[in-house]
């Protein structure tokens, strides 16, 4: 299955910043998902990036507060904008991995102050 | 409704006994069904797929589905300490959704 290279592996940030997450992939993938889990809950699915299009956001998420690059089929970026101390989480990105499930990055845990 | 359902837990079952999590979802045009177990502070790691009803079996492991009742269920079997983890149910359509996870603890 696919490998995903995440990174930063974790920050801190300011309040009203913004942060950048990069997913790398050492395959072509047609889509890459990328979820936030909050402390102590499950998956949330932020959106569905594919390449060439815009991304597809789930309901609550707005792509003016995670706006998603997708330049090629093996790398995204995820940007956490105007941050607030709501937005602390941990934020993953993943990939189909051949049909049999998704295989997830290392995760990113951002923390705002 | 919550798309996929699982009762958090913790659970809490010695070590050798037999762990038993559960699982159910809503969307009844579902076609797959994972498990995953999450270790704390590390990204979840995909253990088990089912796709039909029954039984599917991987060494201590062994998923049940059952689409008429609308269920999954993960049972692991002689339960060892290094088991004790967060287990995510999930369910595919056209992207993965997750139940909220069931801690496990397994005691020496």
């Known amino acids: 299955s696919a490998v995903i290279s995440q990174k930063p592996s974790r920050d801190i940030c300011q309040r009203g910043t913004s942060l950048t997450i990069q997913c790398q992939v050492d395959?072509?993938?047609?889509?890459m998902f990328w979820y936030r889990q909050q402390p102590g809950q499950s998956l949330t699915l932020i959106a569905t990036?594919?390449?060439?299009?815009?991304?597809?956001?789930e309901s609550g998420f707005v792509i003016d507060k995670f706006p998603i690059s997708r330049p090629n089929l093996t790398f995204s970026t995820l940007t956490v904008s105007n941050l607030s101390p709501e937005d602390s989480s941990i934020y993953l990105c993943s990939v189909a991995a051949g049909g049999y499930g998704y295989t997830f990055g290392s995760g990113t845990r951002l923390t705002v102050v | 409704q919550k798309e996929v359902e699982q009762n958090s837990g913790p659970l809490s079952v010695p070590e050798g006994a037999i762990a038993s999590l559960n699982c159910t979802y809503s969307d009844r045009v579902s076609q797959s069904f994972f498990w995953y177990r999450q270790y704390s502070g590390k990204s979840p790691e995909l253990i088990m797929s089912?796709?039909?009803?029954g039984d599917k079996e991987d060494g201590r492991f062994t998923a049940q589905l059952n689409k008429a009742s609308q269920y999954v269920s993960l049972l692991i079997r002689d339960s060892q300490p290094s088991d004790s983890a967060t287990y995510l149910c999930a369910v595919n359509r056209d992207d993965m959704r997750f139940g909220a996870g069931t801690r496990l603890t397994v005691k020496p």
């Open positions: 395959s072509q993938v047609t889509m």
């Open positions: 990036a594919n390449q060439g299009s815009e991304a597809t956001y």
């Open positions: 089912i796709y039909s009803n």
